[in-house]
Structure formats: C-alpha cells, structure tokens
C-alpha cells in the first residue's frame, strides 16, 4: 500500500481538512502520473457501482471515438441503422398483427363459447320447458276420484277439500293421519292423493315412494301408478325414466291411460 | 443449428445488418429488455430506444477484428441493453440536476461515446473476475455502497476495521490488474 493510495482513499472518502485538500489537488495537477492514479480510483467507483455509469464526454477526441463515429457516418454505418430500424418495424408489425390473430381467435373463441352454451342452455332449457309444459298439460287432478262418496269419513272429505284449495301440505297431514288410525290396509285412492300432493310440494321422491307404494299394492288401481310414476319423472325432468313407466301402459291396450301415454311418448319423440 | 452456431449467425447478422436475423434478436431478447427497462423507472417506448442503441452500438463495437463474444450472445446482448439504460438515466439525471443547457450530440458521436465507455465497462468486469474471489466479493459489496459494518456481517469479518483493509488491499491489487492491461492503456490515451 503506497502513501498515495492513502491520500487518494482519503481523498475520495472526505476524510481530508480543507488544507490538506488544496495541497492534494495540486499535487494532482502537477503530477500526471497522480492524476491517473485518482482517474483510476474514480472510474472504479462508478464502473463497478451497478446503479451507476460512467459518462465520459470528455473522450469525444479519443482515437476509439471517432473510429466508432466514423464507421456510423459511412455508408456501411448507415445502412446498418437502417437494417435495425426496419427489423424493428417487421418485429412490431408482426406483434401487432399476433396481437390482433390472438385478440381475434380469443374472441371468436368467446363468441364460440357463447354460442355453444347458449345453445346447450336453450336446448337444456327448452327440453326442461317441453317437459314441464306435458307434464302441466297431463297432468288433470280434477279427474281424481272424489274421496267424500266413499262415505261420510269427514277427515277424508276435509283432506280432500285442503287439496283443491291446494293446501297440499296440510291435505298430506289429514291424509296421512287418516292412514295411520284406519284399519284398512292401503286406500289406493288415497296413496294417489299423498303422491300428488307431494308431487306438488315439489317432494319428488315421497311422491314416488307413494306411487311405488301404489304400484306394489295388490289393487286394481295398482297399475295406475305407472301414469304417475311417468307424471313425476316428467315432472323431473327424467325423460327415459318417464318413457319406461309410460310404455308399459302403452303395451296394453287396457291399460289405465294407454291412449295418453302413446301420444305422451310421441311427444317426447 | 447449434447454440453456437445460432449465436454465430445473430453477430453476423449485426455485423453486416442483416434485418431477418436482427428481426431474430428482437424476437429473443427484446421482451427481457422490455421487461427490464419497466421495471427501472422506464416506459415502453424508452424500451425500443434502448434496443436500437444497443444493437448499433453493439454493431459498431463488433466491426473492430479483436472484437469477440465469449459468453452467450443473448447474454451478453443483454448485458449491453441494461448499460445503455444505466447511461440514459445517468444522463437523464444530470441534465435534471445541470440547470445549463446541454449541447445535444449528435447522435452518432453519442453512440461512439457509449461504445467506449462499454469497451471500458467490459474490460473493468473482466478484470474484477480475475483477482481472488474472497476480493472480488468484498469489493463488489463495496463499490454497491454497503456500510463496512454490514460488509462485516455479511462476510463474517471481526471488526469494521479488518474490512476497511481488506477493501483497501483488494482495490490496490484490482486498479494494478487494470492498469497493467494494454487495453486500459489505449482507452486512457490521447
């Protein structure tokens, strides 16, 4: 370590009085070899400061500088800055035009999309509407035997009565209660009541419970649980399921509601 | 193509300003550029005027026969874009804080004095790597304006003071490494 890499840290570091500072710049003026020195230490600085750089305006006369700058002024220089420019310009434009490729495929892809859930939905939709609509059109409560000419039993004749005020909930309630105090094994009239009035409340598997219930029953209303059957899988959207009990009653010409259930099942056709 | 090869054919293509290939650098590197100069304070039109600097300047310091590239050319390009950057804000900055107005350059002259200065740059890195890695590492974290106490910490030195001499040391041997280098001599004279 020289005396003079001391001065030149202390220097740099500020570590020097006004004096002693004076004194070292003229040092640094009257010794070329010093002046170096202190360049040296200086362009260390800034070169290795990675937030740094070193501009050096002060080199415009510098052998390398104007080679540099001739070889921009000539005719191979310029030529080449035109090449830069003009590959800037095919990069751009083709970024562009990528750019406008992507933002088209990406909306058509959109548009696409759309289309196809719309028509997933509308197809979803309309066939859900479809089987709404035969179920609402099939559908005939009216036609139910009325429940009060069986006798004067006044729970079945109230049960009866909240159904077609189409307080269901409280007609399953009666109906319900009635079942359980009555002796009688199974009421086939009655279950289709329970079952409707479920299917009603929207209870779609008590519903079917009740016509299943129906079904197993060893009545001669048993077959009619296959119409209902049909009835709450329309009602639910179950198209094969509502096919399956409605071909049974369109394979018997005697069948309860055979003449519907072949025109029900052209309809979903 | 190999590596090589592809690198090979990108400095030609700058050499002699072949557009396709130099459309080619654009595809690789413009997009790090781009990314890079965003993320130091700059716009994306800074970003173009970066790239275009950096391929003509890099041109013209390829024209020179001694002129080589060891390392990868998308590296080293890279290198070279993020210089040209340090310059415009060094720049930028002292026409902010110079209340006199500053003679535009043209802007070949400006090329030409960015070439130099990379040359420089160039020659200081190389010579940074070659002293003693235990230096380099002190001198790095010294130069990037880390306290001596927390260059200390950092590399498990006793006392600030130990890392006052070992800066002292290390920057010794590092200016004697570029000043004994003839490049350095050809670039300081005039």
């Known amino acids: 370590m020289s005396y003079l890499e001391k001065e030149i840290e202390a220097y740099l570091n500020g570590e020097m009085t006004l004096d002693q500072r004076k004194i070292f710049e003229k040092k640094v003026a009257d010794d070329s070899e010093v002046k170096k020195e202190l360049e040296l230490y200086i362009e260390m600085n800034t070169i290795y400061d990675e937030t740094d750089w070193e501009v050096t305006s002060s080199a415009i006369q510098h052998p390398k500088v104007l080679q540099h700058e001739t070889f921009l002024k000539s005719d191979k220089g310029k030529s080449i800055k035109k090449s830069i420019a003009n590959a800037e310009k095919v990069y751009f434009d083709k970024e562009k035009s990528n750019r406008r490729k992507q933002y088209f495929l990406r909306y058509a892809i959109s548009i696409a999309a759309v289309l196809i859930l719309g028509i997933y939905i509308t197809s979803k939709f309309g066939t859900t509407m479809d089987h709404n609509n035969l179920y609402m059109k099939h559908k005939n409560w009216e036609e139910l035997p009325s429940l009060t000419s069986r006798g004067n039993n006044t729970d079945l004749t109230k049960g009866e009565k909240m159904f077609k005020q189409q307080n269901y909930q409280e007609a399953v309630k009666i109906f319900k209660k009635h079942q359980l105090e009555s002796s009688e094994d199974i009421n086939p009239q009655i279950v289709v009541y329970v079952g409707v009035a479920y299917l009603e409340l929207e209870q779609h598997k008590l519903a079917i419970e009740s016509f299943e219930q129906l079904k197993e029953s060893n009545t001669l209303d048993a077959t009619k649980a296959y119409w209902y059957l049909a009835l709450t899988y329309l009602k639910m959207n179950q198209e094969s399921k509502a096919k399956e009990n409605l071909q049974i009653l369109a394979g018997d010409t005697t069948a309860y509601k055979h003449q519907e259930a072949l025109e029900l099942i052209k309809a979903l056709q | ?190």
């Open chain 2, 1 to 190: 193509m190999t590596n090589k090869e592809y690198d090979n054919y990108l400095l030609k293509s700058l050499i002699e300003g072949d557009s396709s290939g130099i459309v080619e650098i654009y595809k690789r590197i413009y997009p790090k550029v781009l990314r890079y100069v965003c993320s130091h304070d700059g716009a994306e039109d800074d970003a173009k005027d970066v790239m275009q600097k950096a391929l003509l300047l890099l041109s013209t310091r390829a024209q020179q026969k001694e002129f080589s590239i060891t390392t990868s050319f998308e590296g080293y390009f890279f290198t070279t874009c993020k210089n040209v950057w340090r310059r415009e804000v060094k720049q930028s900055r002292t026409r902010v804080t110079n209340d006199k107005v500053i003679d535009l350059i043209h802007e070949e002259r400006e090329i030409a004095l960015a070439a130099y200065e990379q040359e420089k740059w160039v020659l200081f890195q190389e010579k940074i790597n070659q002293i003693s890695e235990n230096c380099r590492k002190v001198l790095k974290l010294f130069f990037n304006k880390l306290p001596y106490s927390k260059i200390a910490d950092e590399l498990g030195y006793a006392t600030e003071n130990t890392v006052r001499q070992r800066v002292f040391k290390c920057k010794s041997k590092l200016k004697e490494a570029i000043r004994s280098d003839v490049r350095y001599k050809e670039l300081k004279e005039l």
